[in-house]
C-alpha cells in the first residue's frame, strides 16, 4: 500500500497551541484521526483571524476545502499541548495547499501532519474565483 506524503512547505507562517480536550478521543484512548482534521481546523481559523480575514471572506472571496490528507507519526492523548505550525504551499490562480505539523513540546514528538487544499470561493455566485491579493500577500506568495 502506497503511504501518503506531505512535504514541509519553505517556512511557517503561523503557529497555535491547542490542548486535546476530551471529545478529541477515540475509543482507542488517543487521538483520533477526524479530530486531527478539526485541529487543523481550528488552526486554519486562527491564523485566518491573525490577518482579520475569516473562512468567509478572505479579503472578497471566500474559503472551501477541496481536499484533506493526514499522517499520524505519534500517539496524543487527553490533556496533551500540542503545536501546531502552518504553512503554505503550491499557490495557484485559485487555489493554494496549507500544510500543518502537529508536535507535542513536552517530548518534542511530532504527532502528525496534515494538508489541505484550499480554493478560493464565491458563495453568492457558488463558482471559484482568483484568489484575493490580500489573501496572495498573507500567503507569502504571488498567485
Known amino acids: 500500500m502506497a ?5 514541509a512547505p519553505p517556512s511557517w507562517l503561523f503557529h497555535t497551541t491547542l490542548t486535546v480536550r476530551v471529545g ?20 486554519r481559523v486562527r491564523w ?11 479579503g472578497g472571496a471566500g474559503l472551501i476545502m477541496a481536499d484533506a ?14 503545536d501546531v505550525a502552518l504553512g ?3 499557490v495557484r490562480r485559485s487555489s493554494f495547499d496549507l500544510v500543518y505539523l502537529l508536535t507535542r513540546p513536552a517530548d518534542g514528538a511530532e504527532i502528525a501532519q496534515v494538508k489541505t487544499g484550499m480554493v478560493s470561493f464565491d458563495y453568492t455566485a457558488r463558482k471559484v474565483v482568483r484568489l484575493p491579493q490580500g489573501l496572495v500577500h498573507c500567503l507569502g506568495s504571488v498567485a
Do not use: K
Not at 69 to 82: I, N, P, S, W, Y
Open 3 to 7: 503511504r501518503v506524503q506531505i512535504e
Open 24 to 43: 478529541d478521543i477515540n475509543y482507542g484512548g488517543h487521538l483520533g484521526n477526524d479530530r486531527v482534521l478539526g485541529l487543523a481546523h481550528e488552526a
Open 48 to 58: 485566518l483571524a491573525s490577518h482579520n480575514f475569516s473562512e468567509a471572506d478572505v
Open 69 to 82: 490528507a493526514l499522517v499520524f507519526r505519534r500517539e496524543a492523548f487527553l490533556g496533551d499541548v500540542l
Open 88 to 90: 503554505a504551499a503550491e
